[in-house]
């Protein structure tokens, strides 16, 4: 079975619009392009392992591969974006609106977070790691343990 994915739209939110079909990916062997889906039952997972694929075996038609191209400074700069963008929805008055509104904008946020983490071929599971090794742990207590404290924090 071949990968059929399309999640390049223009304004439409990164996982919308144009979608003509996902396929269900898992993660892609480094240098290698998947060629089976799988059943992960994890949109997120999904998305993660089709940008894998994107970076793998590059589209010219592809929204994400032009980020990979353009680089840390448009990818960072549209992580930076979407996240204003998601405040500003959050804030909205009308709250049916803004929350479909900010269920839109958390979305093309995560999609370009996992494109960051795709650039920089950091995979899901190392971040649900991270997390789970967190789990359970006070926020406040995880914070004051780290040795590698950020000033800005």
Not at 64 to 71: I, K, Q, V
Not at 85 to 103: F, K, N, P, S, Y
């Amino acid at each position: 079975m071949f990968i059929v994915v399309t999640i390049e739209t223009g304004w439409q939110p990164a996982l919308a619009g144009s979608v003509e079909r996902i396929t269900r990916v898992g993660p892609v062997p480094r240098n290698r392009c998947p060629m089976s889906a799988s059943e992960t039952n994890s949109i997120l997972a999904d998305l993660m392992g089709v940008i894998e694929q994107r970076k793998a075996c590059p589209s010219a038609n592809s929204y994400t591969n032009s980020l990979f191209a353009a680089g840390l400074g448009k990818i960072g700069a549209k992580i930076r974006e979407e996240a204003d963008e998601v405040i500003e929805a959050a804030g909205m008055t009308d709250v049916q609106a803004g929350r479909d509104h900010l269920i839109h904008e958390c979305a093309d946020l995560i999609y370009h977070l996992f494109v960051l983490m795709g650039d920089r071929e950091i995979r899901l599971a190392e971040v649900e790691a991270e997390l789970a090794r967190r789990f359970g742990i006070s926020g406040l207590d995880e914070k004051a343990a780290r040795t590698d404290r950020d000033p800005h924090e």
